[in-house]
């Protein structure tokens, strides 16, 4: 089964850590991207860089910058196939997101 893993993240994690601290974590994140359960993923640019739109009364409108105002920012997301919810959650665990603040939400992908 698919599962998708959208990861919250922190952006002021970027300012606070150090070199050392963002190497390590981006060498987590390319260790991450050589396992073999993964089928599609990627990061995203900023929050501020996202355009919000709507249909309301058959007018689109668009609005600049993320729908909500949170702590924690959609960052990027990933696909994996996964026999059973545990083997998803030994993989989101080991997504660093997970451990510097931010969280990985888990839902498995509706077949076509």
Do not use: H, W
């Not at 606070?16 to 981006?26: I, K």
Request: with cysteine; aromatic share 6%.
């Amino acid at each position: 089964m698919q599962y998708a893993l959208m990861i919250y993240a922190d952006p002021s994690y970027q300012e606070t850590a150090s070199d050392a601290e963002r190497e390590a974590v981006q060498a987590d994140y390319l260790a991450l991207m050589d396992d073999a359960r993964g089928v599609a993923g990627a990061r995203l640019q900023p929050a501020e860089t996202a355009t919000c739109v709507r249909v309301v009364g058959g007018r689109t409108l668009m609005t600049d910058g993320p729908f909500a105002d949170t702590k924690e920012v959609l960052g990027g997301f990933c696909v994996i196939e996964a026999d059973n919810l545990d083997e998803v959650i030994e993989f989101a665990a080991r997504i660093p997101a997970a451990r510097i603040g931010g969280v990985v939400e888990i839902r498995p992908v509706m077949p076509r």
